[in-house]
């Protein structure tokens, strides 16, 4: 199958198009950047050399493929989304501009007026683990926010499962990595900024609490997400940690059989919950460049809140991994293909 990359310059793109060179049935037929074109795409990541030697090219020189892949800045993709669909019959936009089910959650979240509100109830939000049979035969394909995804896995068995007191705020910490911010740079992400930081950069109003709201509703109850983000000293990984307070005093095995009937046949999912050791309890480093969300949790005792864990990369199980988990899916090859990769250890 021939896909073709739009915006391929930054981390998504560059971690994007290293999956897909070693994916068993693609071609990358084209890259693009408009502040790149006619430099090898190795110049930007080098990880890539003697890997491939293509080149940028400008938006206005791609040409018809199978599928299509958008890793432009939120709000661009939006605008010449005809474009991109008159190219390829399958899209998938890494970007939040269609993310979000509800057209006035744009103007609350993000500031403005989706400009086509009409596509947002054609669009699959793309977590497989969700939604993997509407992915089957979808073409239009919403890439899901990296916190989001932490979050939203990490709490689904239990509000699919009707568990959750949904009178009480669900609250989450996510401590997340730099490349989160994207390959632009600033003052924050200056070196002496940024190195050793543990610093609070969104302790309200993040744009990905409305997904995991979304994504989290059942029967018509919105359960009210109180999320917060902290910068912490790694390049890669988001830990979400969640409590949430449940309506009945369950015991841990029963928290754990229903992990269990919801994730044991997921391929990129494993639930971590040890007794002892270093790693009793999800940890993003040893998760670097691979496709797991590992989840675990620990009930309080005497109370009914649960603290909820989940860990991933999000340059991987955030973003391109899982957008090509997504294309999988939606082309009928086994899930993992491409995405083998287990992590390393120690690193």
């Not at 496709?291 to 391109?320: I, Q």
Request: charged share 20%.
């Amino acid at each position: 199958m021939r896909a073709s990359i739009v915006g391929g310059s930054g981390y998504t793109g560059g971690e994007l198009l290293r999956l897909l060179l070693g994916h068993p049935e693609v071609r990358v037929a084209q890259v693009t950047s408009e502040s790149n074109a006619g430099k090898y795409v190795y110049a930007l990541h080098p990880n890539l050399r003697q890997r491939t030697r293509m080149q940028f090219m400008a938006m206005s020189e791609l040409e018809p493929c199978d599928l299509l892949f958008l890793c432009l800045p939120h709000g661009e993709s939006i605008k010449v989304i005809d474009r991109f669909r008159s190219l390829a019959p399958r899209l998938i936009d890494l970007s939040a501009d269609l993310r979000l089910a509800q057209p006035g959650d744009y103007l609350r979240w993000y500031g403005y007026a989706h400009p086509r509100p009409e596509l947002l109830g054609e669009r699959v939000y793309g977590l497989p683990e969700l939604h993997r049979e509407q992915l089957r035969t979808a073409k239009l394909v919403s890439g899901a926010g990296c916190n989001a995804t932490a979050t939203i896995l990490a709490l689904y068995p239990l509000f699919a499962s009707s568990l959750v007191d949904v009178d009480q705020a669900v609250v989450v910490e996510a401590k997340v990595g730099s490349s989160e911010g994207g390959s632009g740079f600033s003052l924050a992400s200056h070196h002496p900024e940024r190195s050793g930081a543990v610093r609070s950069f969104a302790p309200t109003g993040h744009r990905h609490t409305a997904e995991i709201a979304q994504e989290l509703t059942f029967h018509g109850q919105v359960p009210r997400i109180c999320f917060s983000a902290t910068a912490v000293e790694l390049v890669r990984g988001i830990l979400a940690t969640c409590h949430v307070f449940l309506k009945d005093d369950l015991e841990e095995k029963d928290i754990w059989r229903i992990y269990r009937q919801f994730y044991s046949a997921e391929p990129f999912i494993r639930i971590v919950k040890d007794k002892a050791g270093v790693y009793r309890y999800p940890e993003p480093k040893i998760l670097a460049g691979s496709n797991f969300c590992d989840v675990g949790f620990e009930k309080e005792t005497g109370s009914r809140r649960l603290v909820v864990m989940a860990a991933l990369d999000n340059l991987m199980k955030g973003a391109a991994g899982n957008a090509v988990q997504a294309m999988n899916v939606m082309c009928g090859w086994p899930e993992t293909t491409g995405l083998e990769f287990t992590g390393l250890h120690p690193i």
